[in-house]
């Protein structure tokens, strides 16, 4: 089997619907990935061991002109899985970077929304960090995963670090702009309230979805709809968040009579050549992709300081 995903099959922009492929590692556990990162899926073939590898690296395969790590899913998880020589090998793209995952099969895609999936509960604290959320379809439960969490964990230097932001500087007149931050991720919110605050951000505020923070900015609107900038100066999302996704977040936003005078970031791992038109169809100023939080602190100088 050698399957190039067909891209685009998600057409529109801002629905709050993504497509999820539906994966597994044994027969008991279904997980799931956003369509989006997936570029190709492949029968596994014989890898290239690595010395002293990162135990949850298989090791190394060339697929036509590319060199690509092969990552074991059940060891990045903690799960059993003894059939190395089996399965499925899942190309997927994110952070501008290639990896492979090696699952035992691969299902069918699911298109969903948002709204239809729920944060992980404390059931899955083993997994913390590593979900973004859980999908109930039927007589399943699906475990949409958090493979950039995964990335982080093997090499913590492709994710957000305030070295990242100490070549922009601390500058004194960001300290009294008032920033809005929409991050599923506790762990994500965390490193950008940090990174933000070491380059001088002072006036932070996070919600944990798209749907919590624009309940906030109706809320200032209902209040005090000629002051916004009392309250907020600029708007950074993420794209993959339950309830409301980045993408549909920022469409409300460029769509209202008043909110759409606010600068708006996406600040994702899904930012690449083909998937940056989602971003424009919707009306973002800028798309800046995860870890790349340098990038992000002089795109928000450009923006409102």
């Not at 298989?58 to 003894?82: C, K, Y």
């Amino acid at each position: 089997m050698n399957n190039q995903l067909k891209q685009g099959i998600l057409l529109e922009s801002g629905t709050n619907e993504l497509e999820v492929l539906e994966l597994g590692i044994d027969g008991k556990n279904c997980f799931g990935i956003n369509v989006a990162k997936v570029r190709e899926i492949t029968s596994p073939v014989r890898v290239t061991k690595l010395p002293k590898h990162h135990p949850y690296i298989e090791g190394l395969i060339q697929l036509r002109d590319e060199i690509l790590p092969v990552i074991n899913l059940s060891l990045a998880l903690g799960l059993p899985w003894e059939n190395e020589d089996t399965g499925v090998f899942v190309v997927t793209e994110f952070n501008q970077m290639k990896v492979i995952f090696h699952v035992s099969w691969v299902n069918q895609i699911h298109r969903v929304s948002w709204e239809e999936i729920e944060k992980p509960s404390q059931m899955f604290q083993t997994m913390e960090g590593s979900l973004i959320g859980v999908i109930k379809k039927m007589d399943k439960i699906i475990l949409l995963l958090d493979f950039e969490k995964i990335l982080v964990d093997i090499n913590p230097s492709v994710g957000i670090t305030k070295e990242r932001v100490q070549k922009t500087g601390s500058k004194e007149e960001r300290a009294t702009k008032r920033i809005l931050i929409a991050e599923d991720s506790w762990i994500l919110r965390k490193l950008i309230e940090e990174t933000l605050i070491e380059a001088g951000y002072k006036q932070l505020s996070f919600f944990q979805d798209g749907q919590q923070a624009w309940d906030h900015l109706e809320e200032i609107y209902q209040k005090d709809k000629n002051q916004l900038k009392k309250y907020v100066e600029l708007v950074i999302t993420d794209i993959e968040m339950p309830r409301m996704d980045g993408l549909h977040f920022t469409k409300r936003i460029k769509e209202h009579e008043v909110f759409k005078e606010l600068p708006v970031i996406i600040f994702s791992s899904l930012i690449s050549d083909s998937l940056r038109h989602k971003g424009e169809q919707v009306g973002a100023n800028a798309q800046i992709t995860k870890p790349e939080i340098d990038k992000l602190v002089e795109t928000m100088d450009r923006l409102i300081v």
